[in-house]
């Protein structure tokens, strides 16, 4: 392996390695150089995103074997492209073949000789979608070498392998996130800063967590890569290309390590194990060192790129080492380390074969290790056509019949529900990943289950079975040790994705086959949800119930144009139409009708007509000025913070921890929200690992904490009466106490509020992040739409204790974990030390309100179940 190369001889080096040398290529193909005015790889060089897809046009146009076709938008509005690479006789016919794989995915009834035709006919498409997490710069930098190296080939072995296989390469997974990382490294080149961390998330709302993104669906980019493996061109191999830490292997391939998704069928482990060994043995073969697997990255959670396991797609990761985006590091042998399941020790083993022994590591070397492998993943996927072509219909048919065989056969959502706004969604986004979902047209009895005309039905016979059942159930983590009764394997990420259950909608599952059911099911029609929205010419008010999500959309829209709102003081209405508690009242006033009709059409559900006023008791709220509290140290709970507020049309401002010093939070603002946060970061401007704090390389303006004048302000707007809303790390900033403002007459340095964090006393507790139940305090202004059983998004942190108040305080235990029976989905451990722990506490300090949070109420925007949480504490009154 060479730690240092020159980079005018990059690509010839590339070329050799992946076997790419024409005899000479051809002057019209222009070369990367030769347009983006550098070597790909080189030291200290990027191409932006517009550079990228500026390059594969020009390639596209001068070549017949590549195709770029333009397939969605980002967040921010670019445009964002597939790349289809092939021989000129497959790029001429690609709508055929994409409609040769849909066939292959999704009919289970082909007949032995259409199936041969079709799998004669067919090619293998592989969709490598490159550097979603946009630090992680070397994947999509790697693209241009590796499409002109293709476009210019004339080696036989290649041009049999691309006539064989189209390979559908995402330029950037995440445009938006790159532009933003290659202008920051432009900005700092040449100082010390070169090099350093993109001080916001690189994308619009996620950052890293558009890993995480793939159940719910909630960014436009997610959407896009899901639509092309769900619905549009059903690739049988998909691979996510990534980058991790800098001191461990160079390269991570499958297979990965245990635990692995119960539901996906083995063969499509088999598979990914397949390419994961060639990899191995080619990058080996082409002198690359420290390529492991079986290491850190497990495989049983949903929610990245490769949720496409579950629609029968062979998938897998990779994962480079990095360098300082593309500033090479040295690494010194003693440096070197293993971390995590799968390598105890930096030594030569059965999972990785040859370590790299150290020493200086660049783009260039990435680039290298890229060029290898996508190398790899073509010559596999050509070698095994028809193998991988006959094996995506063997699985469709698998898993029909399963459903056709096995409980669960159906998942029913009664249509009667609390809300049946999220009832729509959740119908809605199953649809959107390419799910069956039917609608029951006449009254059935399954079992002990009697369910209604217009009820939806999910049937488990249909080809993304394992997605409609991982989906739809509730999930019980895989445990699995490293010695018998030895220690837990650990999960690698959150451990319940249920959607009916992070949504709200009441789900049966249905364990017994039907023919009646069957026989009187329709598909889901794409008018099903929809409403009669048209008001009367004669309208004094709409109201809403506060069990929906859709009515808080309502009401901001109302307050954002100036109508008066209110909210019912108790139940309202006639008997079997009652609204509950807390429900809203939207008056025309002197905008009338027009005004209350833009309002209906903005939201999904039908408003409580009131024709004439109506003498009841009710409380006013207007529009809260709400600031937003987000560090610049990636902070991803802010992020999805914020695209919860866009969504339901919340006006916010965004406050750093620098502003608190500048900002007059009194004058400006009623509501301040603190979304997940470490304290350290916000009052220090570091991390804290153990008792040590940890050296970030931000820039100084990105790291100021909020200071003691800033948090002396914030207690004092408190104090006057204005209202604080806190979940996860970030309550430690009220749980440890308020800061005195200077002159206040109080004793000692801090007000001490009637709560306590006590969750670093809870030793057994393990919640990696799992669906709890929780006790709601019926009837309170912040449980308004809430049930008094339902359940809440955990990762265990904090838990309160509370006590008896102390000078001019409250508080109120608004909700707590129950005495039993706590886990509804995922992996809970000490679950005897959570029961009857309050888990949501109002608090009053002087004049003003805290609403602090143990629970997770908008986890990465696919938790609908709790929004209302957030959205009372927003139009909290004043209470006492």
């Not at 794989?101 to 009919?107: F, G, P, R, T, V």
């Not at 060029?371 to 073509?378: C, H, K, Q, V, Y």
């Not at 722990?837 to 009053?844: A, E, I």
Request: aromatic residues 10%.
């Amino acid at each position: 392996m060479r730690f240092a190369r020159a980079t005018c001889l990059l690509t010839g080096l590339i070329l050799a390695v992946t076997g790419l040398v024409p005899a000479q290529a051809p002057t019209t193909i222009p070369s990367p150089e030769s347009v983006l005015g550098f070597e790909p790889g080189s030291d200290r060089q990027l191409m932006d995103y517009e550079q990228l897809t500026g390059y594969m046009e020009v390639l596209a146009e001068a070549s017949d074997r590549i195709e770029m076709r333009a397939v969605g938008s980002t967040p921010l509005g670019r445009t964002m492209y597939v790349a289809f690479i092939s021989s000129p006789d497959n790029i001429g016919r690609l709508d055929e073949l994409r409609e040769i794989n849909k066939q292959l995915a999704l009919d289970p009834d082909l007949t032995e000789d259409q199936r041969s035709s079709l799998i004669e006919q067919g090619r293998v498409f592989v969709m490598e979608a490159l550097s979603m997490h946009s630090g992680e710069v070397a994947p999509s930098q790697s693209l241009p070498l590796y499409a002109y190296s293709l476009a210019i080939t004339d080696d036989p072995e290649l041009l049999r392998q691309l006539d064989g296989v189209v390979l559908m390469m995402v330029p950037c997974h995440n445009p938006d996130g790159m532009d933003m990382v290659v202008e920051h490294y432009r900005e700092y080149l040449g100082t010390k800063y070169e090099g350093s961390s993109l001080p916001r998330v690189y994308h619009k709302y996620v950052g890293h967590d558009n890993n995480r993104d793939f159940v719910a669906l909630t960014q436009e980019d997610t959407r896009v890569i899901s639509r092309l493996y769900s619905t549009e061109w059903y690739p049988q191999v998909l691979v996510e290309k990534h980058q991790m830490g800098s001191t461990g292997p160079r390269y991570f391939v499958p297979p990965n390590h245990d635990p692995i998704a119960q539901v996906i069928d083995e063969g499509l482990w088999n598979w990914s194990a397949v390419f994961g060994a060639n990899l191995a043995l080619d990058m080996t073969a082409d002198g690359l060192q420290g390529v492991a697997s079986h290491w850190v990255f497990d495989d049983y959670w949903p929610g990245s790129t490769e949720t496409s396991h579950w629609k029968n797609i062979i998938s897998f990761l990779t994962e480079a080492a990095s360098c300082k985006t593309a500033t090479p590091v040295f690494i010194e042998p003693t440096e070197l380390n293993a971390r995590g399941k799968g390598l105890s020790e930096y030594k030569k083993g059965v999972n990785m074969l040859d370590p790299w022994p150290g020493g200086t590591w660049s783009l260039g070397d990435i680039v290298e290790y890229e060029l290898s492998s996508m190398a790899s993943i073509l010559a596999t996927a050509a070698a095994n056509r028809r193998q991988i072509l006959t094996y995506r219909n063997d699985l469709c048919r698998k898993e029909v019949e399963k459903g056709r065989s096995e409980a669960p056969y159906y998942f029913v959502l009664p249509q009667k529900q609390s809300d049946p706004g999220e009832l729509a969604a959740l119908a809605e986004l199953l649809q959107l990943h390419g799910i069956e979902v039917d609608r029951l047209t006449a009254a059935a009895v399954v079992g002990d289950h009697h369910l209604s005309a217009g009820d939806v039905v999910v049937p488990l016979a249909q080809p993304y079975r394992a997605f409609v059942k991982e989906m739809l159930e509730a999930q019980t983590y895989p445990e699995r040790h490293y010695t018998p009764e030895g220690e837990l394997i650990r999960p690698y990420d959150i451990t319940s994705w249920s959607l009916p259950l992070h949504m709200g909608v009441r789900s049966l599952q249905i364990d017994t086959r039907s023919t009646d059911l069957e026989e009187h099911l329709e598909p889901l029609p794409g008018d099903a949800f929809d409403v009669d929205t048209t008001l009367p010419d004669e309208v004094w008010a709409i109201a809403y119930p506060v069990s929906s999500n859709q009515s808080f959309a309502a009401v901001f829209a109302a307050l954002g144009s100036g109508l008066e709102v209110s909210r019912f003081a108790q139940p309202f209405g006639p008997e079997g139409q009652q609204l509950p508690a807390g429900s809203f009242v939207i008056l025309g006033g002197s905008k009338g009708r027009t005004a209350l009709q833009s309002i209906v059409d903005q939201t999904s559900i039908a408003p409580m007509v009131l024709e004439t006023e109506i003498t009841v008791a009710r409380l006013p709220i207007r529009k809260p000025r709400i600031a937003l509290v987000e560090t610049y140290f990636h902070d991803m709970d802010a992020g999805w913070t914020r695209y919860l507020f866009d969504t339901y049309g919340i006006s916010y401002r965004v406050l750093h921890p620098g502003d608190f010093d500048t900002a007059n939070l009194a004058r400006d603002f009623d509501v301040i929200v603190f979304p997940d946060a470490s304290k350290d970061v916000l009052t220090k401007g570091k991390y804290k690992r153990g008792d040590r704090y940890v050296v970030n390389d931000y820039p100084p303006e990105f790291r100021k904490p909020i200071s003691k004048d800033g948090l002396a302000k914030l207690t004092a707007f408190i104090e006057g009466g204005g209202t604080v809303v806190s979940w996860g790390g970030s309550t430690g900033l009220f749980t440890d106490g308020l800061t005195v403002p200077e002159g206040d007459e109080k004793d000692g340095d801090t007000i001490e509020i009637p709560v306590r964090d006590i969750s670093d006393s809870l030793d057994d507790v393990s919640v990696p992040g799992a669906f709890l139940a929780v006790d709601f305090l019926p009837g309170h202004p912040l449980t308004w739409g809430m049930p008094e059983r339902g359940g809440a998004f955990s990762r265990g942190q904090p838990v309160f204790a509370t006590s008896i108040p102390r000078l001019d305080t409250d508080r109120r235990v608004v909700a707590v974990y129950p005495e039993r029976d706590l886990l509804l989905s995922g992996f809970l451990e000490g679950e005897d030390e959570l029961q009857n722990k309050p888990v949501m506490v109002w608090v009053r300090v002087g004049k003003g309100q805290l609403v602090l949070y143990g629970i997770r109420p908008q986890f990465r925007g696919s938790t609908p179940a709790t929004f209302k949480l957030v959205f009372n504490a927003l139009l909290l009154p004043e209470l006492k």
